[in-house]
Structures are given as C-alpha cells and as structure tokens.
C-alpha cells in the first residue's frame, strides 16, 4: 500500500512516499509561511522522483499538528480534497510524534518542542519502546518557564528536539541542562509521517476525510487578536 504524507504544520513545507519498502522519495523545503505555492509543486516532484501515478494512492497522511494555524490549514485542506478524490482514507499524526520518532534509538526522555510564537511552545514528553516511541504525557502549549519546570519536575536526563528547543536553548540550558538534538531535526518531516502511517495502515486504524480533525491546542492568532480589541472596547 502506498502513503503519501503531507506535513505542513510548521515553517518548513514537507512531502514524502512509502509504503512495504520504506520512504521512496521525500520533499523538505523551508521558505517562511508560502506553503500553498510550494505544496503542490512538491506533490508532482516527489511522485516524478517515485514513478509513482497519483491513482497509486491508497491513503494519505497528515500532520495534524500542532503547529503553525495557516500551514496546518494549508496541509489538511490539500490531504483532504486529494483523499476524497481518490476516494481513499485518511490517517492523522501529532507534529510532535514526528519530531520524536527520529530519536527513537535514543536512550533518555525526549522532549518534543515546537514554536508556538508569541513567546509559547508546544511541547511532550516521550519515550523510547520497541519499535518506535511512546508519548508520556499530553501534549500541552506554555511559556519557556513552563516547559523548564516540567523538566524540571521530570528529574531525568532529556534531550530537546524542534524548533522551538533550538529558538529557546539557552533559556532552556539555564534552567536546566539537557541535550538538544541537531537543526536538522528541528521540523516535523513527511518521512516519518508515513513510516508511522504505514504502521496504522496495516491494522487500518484509518478514517474518512471528513473526519480528520486538527489538534488545536489555542486558539488561531486572528481569533485571539479580535478577542483582545473586542475586550479592549468594552
């Protein structure tokens, strides 16, 4: 069964193709918030690079978030018009579970942090299993000196991975020391989207496109500023 994963939940716009035989081609490409030009010009290539007709499809991937509202809109919209039709399946993944699985041989807790701007992160806890990784906590957003403290609280060695590690390290570093996993994992990847997909796939643990939903876990930006002028003209 082929997967074609779409990860857009972030800065960096990410496409790849698996399936029985691993990722048979990828696409990563950083280029600030201009995800609607680059998405589908990075679906054509990665299919080219693969020799694989989009008719191949039998599901589609996404990064559910969360992550950047726009780019998270811009990815589910995308996945959900090529699922419907191709009249295939969908499977959902956390941002944070991709940032996690490429650390899945590491040895300690690992923390997957993601820029939320606005001076928030949104972050987990994970561990490392057979075979992959497995999320100990909820994934929650809050300020640099929430995410000290439930290090902190944690008491273990942890290693910090995503954009918004690398963004706030030295806060991080000076409240609690840790180590932090290189800038090229920094962002959610197509990669292991569809390696975890593959897994879910195989006990069709699938759903309809409709039924997809993204993980929200504030409020998007427009909704929060109009909230704010509305409370400041009362």
Request: charged share 20%; aromatic share 8%; glycine share 10%.
């Amino acid at each position: 069964m082929l997967i074609l994963g779409i990860e857009t939940a972030t800065q960096q716009v990410s496409v790849a193709i698996g399936g029985h035989e691993g990722v048979l081609s990828v696409f990563e490409l950083s280029r600030g918030r201009r995800h609607a030009e680059t998405l589908a010009p990075a679906i054509e290539f990665v299919c080219r690079q693969a020799g694989i007709e989009m008719t191949e499809f039998g599901v589609v991937a996404v990064d559910i978030g969360p992550g950047l509202f726009t780019g998270m809109r811009v990815g589910l919209s995308a996945g959900k018009a090529i699922a419907q039709a191709l009249r295939v399946p969908m499977i959902g993944i956390s941002s944070l579970d991709l940032l996690a699985f490429p650390l899945r041989h590491a040895d300690r807790t690992v923390a997957a942090v993601i820029d939320a701007r606005k001076g928030e992160l949104f972050y987990a806890f994970y561990r490392t299993v057979p075979g992959g990784m497995q999320r100990i906590t909820d994934a929650r957003v809050g300020s640099i000196d929430d995410l000290v403290g439930d290090l902190m609280a944690r008491g273990q060695t942890i290693v910090c991975v995503g954009d918004g590690a690398l963004r706030y390290r030295d806060e991080i570093s000076s409240g609690f020391r840790c180590d932090f996993a290189e800038q090229f994992l920094s962002h959610p990847s197509a990669a292991p989207l569809v390696q975890l997909a593959h897994a879910k796939a195989l006990r069709e643990e699938w759903v309809n496109p409709w039924e997809i939903q993204p993980m929200y876990l504030r409020a998007p930006d427009a909704q929060i500023n109009w909230s704010t002028r509305a409370g400041g003209a009362q």
